[in-house]
């Protein structure tokens, strides 16, 4: 099955930084990587989403990047805010996974003020 | 258009005790999924039901089961609980075509002692 690795498990940044996230991914016929966001007791919220066939997708301070001859993903968040702290999630899926989604363990996210 | 709705929000169940989380969807999706979130393992997936009539097993199905009661509603039921079945449940749902992201329920906090 898939199995997707996350990095790191926590990053702290001073606002205004840039955050970077990866995962990487064993399936070569993943083609759906979506990115969620949690804050603290609540539900993971979709944030963004990348298909194979992009190389990279950007919504305003958030971006990501797929290299899929390297089989790994980013997640990009500049001019960190302290709204922007959180746990953050990647997920893989494809025909593979019966378009399940498999997701990686998390990585917690601070933005120091 | 309330999304997807699961009940309840919190439960403490002795060992032993039996219990059916709810979940429902407004949104027509066809497909729907169980979660468990425990820290530092991430999202792994329970049961899924990738259209109506049908049920599968995921990573972590074994003392749970699900049924899929029409399209809208998907139920997990604990038979006999366990300390080990502390965690989170999210429920979720999506089209089914693996390459467009998950909404999830605001999710369920059950303690089992």
């Known amino acids: 099955g898939e199995n997707v690795e996350q990095h790191p498990s926590t990053l702290s940044v001073q606002e205004g930084d840039s955050a970077v996230i990866k995962c990487t991914y064993s399936?070569?016929?993943?083609?759906?990587f979506p990115w969620y966001k949690q804050e603290l007791g609540k539900r993971p919220q979709l944030i963004i989403d990348?298909?194979?066939?992009?190389g990279e997708k950007k919504d305003q301070r958030i971006a990501v990047t797929l290299n899929k001859t390297a089989k790994h993903f980013s997640l990009h968040i500049t001019e960190t805010q302290p709204e922007d702290s959180a746990v953050y999630f990647c997920?893989?899926?494809?025909?593979?996974?019966?378009?399940?989604?498999?997701f990686g363990t998390g990585t917690s996210l601070t933005v120091i003020p | 258009n309330a999304g997807v709705t699961q009940t309840p929000k919190f439960q403490v169940l002795k060992t032993g005790q039996s219990m059916t989380l709810q979940c429902a969807q407004d949104?027509?999706?066809?497909?729907m999924y169980w979660y468990r979130q425990d820290p530092g393992m991430g999202l792994r997936l329970i049961y899924y039901?990738?259209?109506?009539?049908?049920?599968d097993k995921g990573e972590v199905p074994n003392g749970y089961n699900v049924s899929r009661l029409n399209k809208r509603e998907f139920s997990l039921r604990l038979e006999s609980a366990a300390p080990s079945q502390t965690s989170v449940y999210f429920c979720?749902?999506?089209?089914?075509?693996?390459?467009?992201?998950?909404?999830f329920g605001s999710g369920t906090r059950l303690t089992v002692v």
């Open positions: 997920a893989a899926s494809g025909v593979n996974t019966g378009n399940q989604f498999y």
């Open positions: 399936d070569s016929a993943s083609n759906y």
């Open positions: 990348i298909r194979s066939n992009v």
């Open positions: 949104m027509n999706h066809n497909s």
């Open positions: 039901s990738a259209s109506e009539g049908t049920t």
């Open positions: 979720a749902s999506n089209t089914g075509t693996g390459d467009y992201g998950y909404t």
